[in-house]
């Protein structure tokens, strides 16, 4: 079975012959959940935007449901969802209005969209700012309007940076609770987050980047056994291969 997100042997960087990642190997295969995780300036967000054909590879490929950006353009935009670490919002639009821009440019029927946004706004505890600006909104509210336009799709795949940052504790539930939900459904996530002692418990595999380079991936057991500690932690494990190669 053909992995949902295939990055092969990726290269890539901001500048030609100077790549801040080099030869990645990463897959998420249907309905798994994937954590990639490293220090700051690790390659996490390079790697991110990879994905999201916001950098074009030096070398290899990165193909979301047999697709590359090349090959497909419109196709390949559509098989994910991004929810990014600092909310970008449209000032000018309310609340309601983002998901409904957001429905428009996926393609969701009318009848999706209402059944699928009356859901969202419940879980998440927006009702009340259904025509609220961003500029009236916290910053965590400002997130859950970020999450809520990801989940309003539903594609094969998504990418989330830094999930947690400025939500409450009900809302990372909510979140945390529809993730394994549509994972149970088939979706794909690739999870970037420095909250190690939360995925450890919903990931099923782990990636440790380390100086734009992988230096280990596999699942909780995997990795305990690479590294001999049979009952450490994640962020135990984490620490151990880390301060093994400072370099």
């Known amino acids: 079975m053909n992995p949902i997100l295939d990055i092969s042997k990726l290269s890539g ?8 990642i080099r030869n ?4 998420v295969g249907e309905g798994e959940m994937v954590g990639l995780i490293g220090l700051n300036g690790a390659g996490k967000s390079t790697t991110i935007k990879h994905i999201l054909g916001l950098l074009k ?14 090959e497909d353009p419109l ?6 969802s991004f ?29 999706e969209y209402q059944a699928r946004s009356q859901r969202l706004m419940d879980e998440f505890q927006m009702q009340a700012k259904r025509t609220s600006f961003p500029s009236q909104l916290s910053k965590g509210m400002k997130q859950k309007v970020m999450i809520m ?14 999930p947690f940052l400025g939500l409450d504790p009900l809302a990372m539930r909510s979140l945390l609770d529809m993730m394994d939900e549509f994972r149970k ?17 919903y990931c099923d ?35 151990h291969l880390i301060r093994g190669n400072p370099a």
């Open 24 to 27: 990645l190997d990463i897959r």
């Open 83 to 111: 929810v990014p670490e600092s909310p970008e919002l449209y000032d000018e639009l309310t609340i309601e209005e983002h998901l409904e821009l957001t429905a428009m440019a996926y393609g969701v029927s009318d009848a």
């Open 185 to 201: 459904e088939g979706a794909s996530f690739l999870i970037c987050s420095h909250i190690l002692a939360t995925i450890e418990k």
């Open 13 to 20: 960087g901001y500048l030609p012959g100077k790549p801040i």
């Open 149 to 162: 336009n990801a989940f309003l799709v539903k594609p094969s795949l998504y990418v989330i940076d830094e």
């Open 205 to 239: 595999r782990f990636v440790v980047l380390h100086h734009g380079e992988i230096l280990a991936q596999g699942t909780l057991l995997e990795l305990r056994q690479q590294t001999g500690l049979p009952e450490a932690t994640l962020d135990e494990l984490f620490y």
């Open 57 to 70: 590879p030096q070398e290899g490929s990165v193909r979301i449901g047999n697709k590359t950006l090349e």
């Open 75 to 80: 196709g390949y935009r559509a098989s994910y």
